[in-house]
């Protein structure tokens, strides 16, 4: 360690030498003046490079024998282009030259000659070109005045300092980054067939994405420290935010997401520091008409059941349907009533964006079938069970994507004698998983060495304990919504607040909070609702945009800098899921560290479920189940970074009036204040038995205790209070055995909780109690909660079992 930073200091102090020799030396100029040119045989030498030998330009490989005249960092392993001159036209790798000429133009030759791009700067002489140390390549004139600069012409990238404006737009592909004609940041699908803008999410307005459109200066600018701020109220923070002298970068992405890169000096590795989305399901035309984009966790594209592959190389140009298309123009003529013509086959929690025949909300399933069946252009429909039902009859099927937390399915209309159970569905998943882009980028959020901890080893499950304790440390597993909230790296005084345009537009937004306005909301911390090992937990009601109740927890014995804090306020600020307690905002002022999270009033699943006097009805149980295990999924599968609970338990399930779960982690009344970061998580009676094995932990410690959980949903009391009938304690594994024998028999009903006089649904039962004897099971052998949750779905109120079977069962 101490060798380590000495020789650190040795290489800062040397620095100011070896720019002074370079810039004697004859390496590589920063600046060349007319006349100066350098051929593709020599792209091993760069054309130019800026003083502090940050960024390089000149010929880099683009495919065999093909090759780009581009800037990139020079110290980047893959020399990752920061801007190219004719992008995706590649020059051939032989007798292909780019030539500053006599007459000041800057022109890219083909191997015969031909002028394949140029900068159009010719007039009379005395002019120069420079890399200067920001990346940019300018052609200015003896005055100095800039005739060209290549941040004019963006390609896919920007780097610190560039500004996005409203004349450019950076390109992946089909995917554009661009200010929209409403002044507002978007991302856009432009396709060969289709065109639809995916981001920000196309479900909410302008202002319900925490933008404005009011704003006409249209400009976007990345700096230095890894803040991303947009004219349209975007404001994007790195994850290793501030961190000094982080050579960072801005890029659209040939999957259709923007991200930001930093530069990881000892590897010369690009880490992904932010995210447009946490999703890729959600880009659209990754996967082309009738196909489905699944996340898994690698995107792969499959076709609906019934249709197949167009191309079975090129994954975009989609799926075609295997019987006679339903949507001929003259079935209306057809004397057949629909019904018998008809059937539809469920695929369960996907959707297809755009393309509505229609809308109907609070309609019937049936109703709704009925309309598709009706309309001859309808190909299929969407019914989601959000609140009273809500029915799509869809024309065209394109932009399709499956995601666990998705509360509906897409019900696809097939001719009746179409067969649903034959091969034509199982070669949606056979093939070798056709990648929806085998080049996008492998997510890796952050490092440990982002929030600043040893770093020893770097498996996978470090790397997993390191964010749990990170989240754990700060006692969150609250949840917010978007990340454009931190709005300066400075403490911001009251009162400027207000002043921020569109700041206090988006109220159910994640914001930062000043002190005063918390100490106000709070009445001065008056009433406390709960108390832990992290921190108070006072009531508190903001007042913007109507009264809004809400718990403010005070944390205490935060020993990070505001550094760390922020950084792991972006992480938080991504995770946003109906079934995960939102986190509004939070405050950091000097040594003031507080939470700002959603209030919710109708207690927690213990009181509900252990009281003796009340019996929580079976449906409420199930709902609860399935809307935890959901939670849960997304925390472990769907977040741009792992995220382990660490601590489920009913105190931490918090029901809504309408007893939908949401889960957090409560200040329980329990001695809880093992939070040190190398201490043991986690209660007695849901802790996973690998807590006391010296292993890394997984996920998979969230997976025992929800099985815990599920079964007392189940037999309506703790598990660990369960006795013989001489009245010792029941081990595990004497309960294991005890569920096998009702799992293998069918037979569930001696467990199930005596309150509900037999009102409960053996099917959903029997299930619950298989899934919970599998999450008891030595871990590798565990379920996932993405398989939970899709068992659960499948058995949600009588509905037709999907089409995948889960191989994790222990039947
Ligand atoms: C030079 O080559 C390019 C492609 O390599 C071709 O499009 C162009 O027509 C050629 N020009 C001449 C003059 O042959
Ligand atoms: C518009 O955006 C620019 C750039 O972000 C900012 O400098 C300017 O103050 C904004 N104007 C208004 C009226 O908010
Ligand atoms: C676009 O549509 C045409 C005609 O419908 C089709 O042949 C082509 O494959 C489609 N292209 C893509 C990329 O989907
Ligand atoms: C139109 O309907 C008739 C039967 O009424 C059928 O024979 C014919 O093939 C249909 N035309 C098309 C284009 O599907
Ligand atoms: C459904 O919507 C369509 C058009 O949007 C409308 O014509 C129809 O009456 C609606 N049906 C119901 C039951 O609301």
């Known amino acids: 360690m101490l060798g380590k930073s000495t020789f650190l200091a040795f290489l800062i ?65 893959n020399k990752t282009p920061i801007w190219t001159a004719n992008p995706g036209a590649p020059v051939n790798g032989r007798g292909s030259r780019i030539t500053f000429r006599r007459d000041g133009d800057l022109a890219l030759a083909d191997a015969n000659g031909t002028t394949v791009w140029e900068s159009k700067t010719s007039s009379s002489g005395g002019m120069a070109i420079t890399l200067l140390e920001t990346g940019n390549l300018v052609i200015s004139d003896p005055s100095s005045t800039t005739l060209w600069q290549s941040f004019d012409w963006p390609t896919d990238t ?38 639809s803008i995916y981001w920000p999410s196309p479900d909410y307005g302008v202002f319900g994405n925490g933008r404005t459109d009011y704003n006409s200066s249209r400009v976007a600018v990345l700096d230095g420290d890894g803040v991303f701020v947009s ?28 991200r930001i890169y930093s530069l990881d000096a000892a590897t010369g590795g690009w880490t992904v520091t932010w995210a447009a989305m946490a999703q890729p399901g959600s880009v659209h035309g990754l996967c082309g008409q009738n196909a489905i984009c699944e996340y898994l966790p690698r995107l792969r594209c499959s076709c609906l059941p019934g249709y197949e592959m167009v191309d079975r190389q090129d994954s975009r140009k989609g799926c075609k349907p295997m019987f006679f298309s339903v949507s001929v123009t003259n079935c209306s003529q057809v004397q057949q ?3 018998q013509r008809f059937k539809f086959v469920e695929v369960a929690q996907t959707d297809f964006y755009g393309y509505d025949l229609g809308f109907n909300s609070s309609v019937t399933f049936e109703h709704c079938k009925k309309l598709c069946l009706e309309m001859c252009l309808c190909t299929a429909f969407s019914y989601r ?84 304790t990170v989240l754990g440390v700060l006692d969150i597993i609250f949840i917010a919504t978007s990340w454009w909230f931190l709005s300066s790296k400075q403490s911001i005084p009251a009162g400027s607040l207000e002043a921020a345009a569109g700041y206090r537009m988006v109220t159910s937004q994640f914001r930062r909070f000043t002190y005063r306005e918390l100490k106000d909301a709070t009445g001065n911390f008056k009433e406390e609702l709960g108390r832990g090992g992290s921190g108070v937990v006072y009531r508190g009601v903001l007042d913007d945009k109507g009264k809004v ?17 922020w950084a792991e306020m972006t992480v938080i600020g991504r995770i946003n899921h109906i079934n995960l307690v939102r986190i509004r905002g939070f405050c950091s002022q000097g040594k003031h560290k507080l939470l700002v999270y959603e209030y919710v009033d109708n207690e927690s699943l213990d009181k509900h479920l252990f009281d003796p006097d009340r019996a929580l009805p079976w449906r409420d149980r199930f709902r609860i189940a399935l809307g935890t295990a959901r939670g849960l999924a997304y925390l472990h599968h769907e977040c741009l970074e792992w995220v382990i609970h660490c601590d489920v338990k009913p105190e931490n399930i918090l029901l809504t009036r309408e007893f939908d779960a949401k889960l957090s982690k409560r200040e329980g009344t329990t001695g809880d204040s093992s939070l040190e970061p190398s201490h043991m998580r986690g209660t007695t009676g849901y802790m996973a038995p690998e807590w006391a094995l010296n292993v890394p932990i997984n996920a998979k410690v969230d997976v025992y205790s929800y099985g815990i959980v599920l079964l007392e949903m189940v037999i309506g009391r703790r598990v660990s209070d369960q006795t013989t009938a001489g009245g010792e304690r029941l081990e595990m594994s004497q309960i294991a055995r005890l569920l096998r024998q009702a799992v ?36 590798s052998s565990r379920p996932t909660m993405d398989d939970i949750a899709k068992v659960l779905m499948a058995c949600d109120e009588g509905r037709a079992p999907r089409v995948q079977v889960m191989s994790f069962m222990t039947t």
């Open 231 to 258: 004219s349209d109220g975007l404001v994007a923070h790195a994850s290793d935010l501030g961190l000094p002298g982080v050579k960072r970068r801005l890029a659209t992405d040939p999957d259709g997401i923007v």
């Open 337 to 339: 009533p629909p019904e």
């Open 158 to 195: 920007l780097v610190p300092s560039q500004p996005l404006t409203k004349e450019n737009r950076l390109v992946a592909s089909y995917f554009s980054f661009y200010f929209d004609n409403d002044n507002v940041l978007r991302l856009l699908y432009d396709g060969p067939n289709i065109s």
């Open 385 to 468: 069970l959000t609140g009273t039902g809500v029915c799509y009859p869809k024309g065209v099927l394109f932009n399709g994507y499956t995601s666990p937390n998705f509360p509906g399915s897409i019900y696809i209309k097939v001719p009746i004698d179409f067969d649903a159970s034959s091969d034509s569905v199982s070669a949606r998943t056979s093939s070798q998983g056709l990648a929806c882009n085998p080049n996008g980028p492998e997510i890796v959020q952050g490092s440990p060495d982002t929030f600043k901890r040893p770093t020893r080893s770097n498996t996978k499950w470090s790397y997993l304990f390191a964010f749990a």
């Open 549 to 565: 109740v809400v718990a403010v927890k005070k944390l205490t014995n935060v020993s990070r800098g505001d550094e760390e804090f």
């Open 744 to 779: 293998d028999t069918g037979n569930v009903m001696p467990l199930v909780d005596g309150r509900l006089q037999g009102q409960f649904n053996p099917r959903q039962a029997l299930e619950m109690v298989r899934i919970s004897l599998s999450c008891m099971e030595e871990r």
């Open 13 to 77: 102090s040397l620095h100011p030498l070896l720019l002074s020799c370079s810039s004697a030396s004859s390496g590589p100029p920063a600046q060349l003046a007319p006349g100066s040119s350098l051929s593709v045989e020599d792209h091993s030498r760069p054309f130019l490079v800026s003083t502090d030998t940050t960024f390089s330009c000149g010929f880099l490989e683009a495919g065999e024998n093909a090759f780009s005249f581009s800037v990139w960092y020079t110290h980047a392993s």
